[in-house]
């Protein structure tokens, strides 16, 4: 009994200087000159293979590997926990950036080997232990390539590019891209904002899929809605969160159909192609270009054999008016629309300009909302920013806009709908049926089965405002259709009563 309590007392006690020993080592930094130690003994016990990746080749050109390693090591969380490293000012105001430091040696671990990293002056030295070399160097390589691409595109300065006339330099000119928007910015709805995001991921997933299917890898996007709800913003919040360039097509500075195509040749991949009031370019009878020349350009033809990744973004303040082939399936594939403000979006922009999240005139904001008074974002966006100063006077001032200025904007633009000939019966069927047949097209969408990803790719029809109207019309439809059955119902039994008592 004796013995066991002496060998749990020495155990015990054992535990507790270690763990003092290992606590001491960390408090002092003494583990550092351990793992150091230690490190030489093991380097006795393996044989080492080093590889070179020079900053130049033979031919004094640069090499491009070094820069991939360059990037992908000083992105490494190793190079802060090293002894000496140097820190830089980045591009961004604020910004830190790590740089190595000459003769650092940074460690890093891969598929359960661990690799070393010196930086000499002009060459970046791999050593790996022979054992590892042959299971891990090729994937460890592809890793950093693909790892250094990814940090590349996050920290690619935007480019915005418009269209000239003068083709000597090639057609189209570029100023850096800062538009602040973002999608958090945007005042959506969450669903709507969430349902964009996951169909742009999805998208940038696709490659292989779209590949596989013959189909040029793009998506198209048609904004459409009044002036001022947000649809340039948006396309700029969809460059920033795609960080694509942005081509910019002013079409009045398009000579013809050739000239479109040579625009679109000179794109160039990971970019957001915008054509912006594509109806009202429509509408003023363009006599350059051909209906046929723009739907070969929003199919992108030319551009699947160039590199693709292209999202095509067009906007319209109706859609209504335009050539129905322009919206097809395939050529448009997401349709969102942009109301005027509700209380909703009206909460995110007092959330953005005055920073509030809740405010006691927000009840009778949102009660003129309900009336049917409404304004477009960018209104009430400007009244919020002169005001910024005083939350309740800006408050007070949207209210004023909106018994003022907004009533019956939304009566009007909901009444537009039903303009066009026929009774309001034939209307409310007519209504009804389109609805059916919307959501009859949203039950055949295919899918892919992309890595357990489903890709969406027939064209959908976004915005919640759309679908609230939708369940409006379904019960205005079924009441028409019990006001219906029961004018039968009533006609049958009035006859069959005219008929008995003419027996
Ligand atoms: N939904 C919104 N969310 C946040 N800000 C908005 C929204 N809509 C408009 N704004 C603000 O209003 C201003 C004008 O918006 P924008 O230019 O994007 O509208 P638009 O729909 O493109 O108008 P137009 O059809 O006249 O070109 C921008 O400064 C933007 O910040
Ligand atoms: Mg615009």
């Not at 003092?20 to 408090?27: G, Q, S």
């Not at 150091?36 to 070179?52: A, G």
């Not at 912006?276 to 350059?288: A, I, Q, V």
Request: one cysteine or more; charged letters at 25%; proline letters at 3%.
């Amino acid at each position: 009994m004796t013995i066991l309590f002496n060998l749990f007392l020495l155990l015990f006690v054992t535990f507790i200087v270690l763990f003092l020993f290992r606590v001491v080592l960390i408090k002092t930094g003494l583990i550092y000159v351990v793992k150091k130690k230690w490190r030489l003994v093991e380097d006795c016990f393996h044989v080492y293979q080093f590889f070179k990746v020079p900053r130049f080749s033979e031919s004094m050109q640069r090499n491009k590997l070094h820069h991939k390693v360059w990037v992908y090591l000083n992105s490494l969380t190793s190079v802060e926990d090293s002894d000496f490293t140097n820190l830089f000012t980045g591009k961004k105001p604020n910004e830190i950036v790590l740089g190595l430091d000459p003769n650092q040696i940074i460690e890093d671990d891969f598929l359960g080997a661990k690799i070393f990293w010196i930086n000499e002056d002009d060459n970046l030295v791999l050593k790996i232990r022979k054992a590892d070399k042959r299971r891990i160097l090729r994937p460890y390589l592809q890793h950093i390539h693909s790892v250094s691409d990814d940090l590349e595109d996050q920290k690619r300065d935007l480019k915005l590019y418009m269209n000239v006339v003068d083709s000597q330099k090639g057609r189209w000119r570029s100023v850096p891209f800062t538009h602040p928007s973002t999608l958090e910015t945007m005042a959506m709805e969450s669903d709507l904002k969430n349902k964009v995001k996951s169909d742009l991921e999805n998208f940038l997933k696709a490659k292989q899929y779209y590949q596989r299917l013959g189909r040029v890898w793009k998506r198209s996007y048609l904004l459409y809605g009044p002036s001022g709800t947000g649809k340039s913003s948006f396309i700029a919040a969809l460059a920033n969160f795609l960080s694509y360039d942005v081509y910019d097509i002013d079409l009045s500075k398009v000579s013809d159909d050739s000239d479109l195509k040579l625009l679109l040749l000179q794109s160039t991949a990971k970019s957001v192609i915008v054509i912006e009031d594509l109806d009202r370019y429509l509408s003023e009878k363009p006599t350059g270009m051909s209906l046929s020349g723009i739907l070969n350009f929003m199919d992108g033809i030319l551009t699947s054999s160039c590199g693709e990744e292209r999202v095509m973004v067009i906007t319209m303040n109706g859609k209504d008016q335009v050539e129905q082939s322009i919206l097809r399936p395939g050529r448009i594939d997401v349709h969102i629309h942009f109301p005027l403000c509700d209380f909703t979006a009206f909460k995110t922009l007092a959330n953005n300009y005055l920073g509030l999240k809740d405010h006691k005139l927000f009840p009778q904001v949102e009660e003129i909302f309900q009336k049917g008074s409404s304004l477009s974002p960018a209104e009430i966006g400007e009244l919020m920013m002169a005001n910024r100063s005083s939350p309740s006077r800006a408050l007070k001032s949207v209210i004023n806009a909106l018994q003022t200025e907004g009533d019956g904007r939304v009566g009007r633009s909901r009444k537009s709908l039903d303009e066009g000939g026929g009774g309001h019966a034939a209307k409310e069927f007519k209504k009804l049926y389109g609805l059916l047949r919307v959501k009859s097209s949203r039950k055949s969408q295919s899918f892919d089965l992309n890595d357990g990803q489903k890709e969406e790719l027939d064209c959908v029809e976004f915005g919640a405002k759309d679908l609230v109207w939708d369940e409006a019309v379904v019960s205005r439809g079924l009441k028409l259709v019990q006001f219906a059955l029961c004018a039968l119902v009533s006609s049958v039994s009035g006859r069959l009563l005219l008929l008995s008592l003419c027996f």
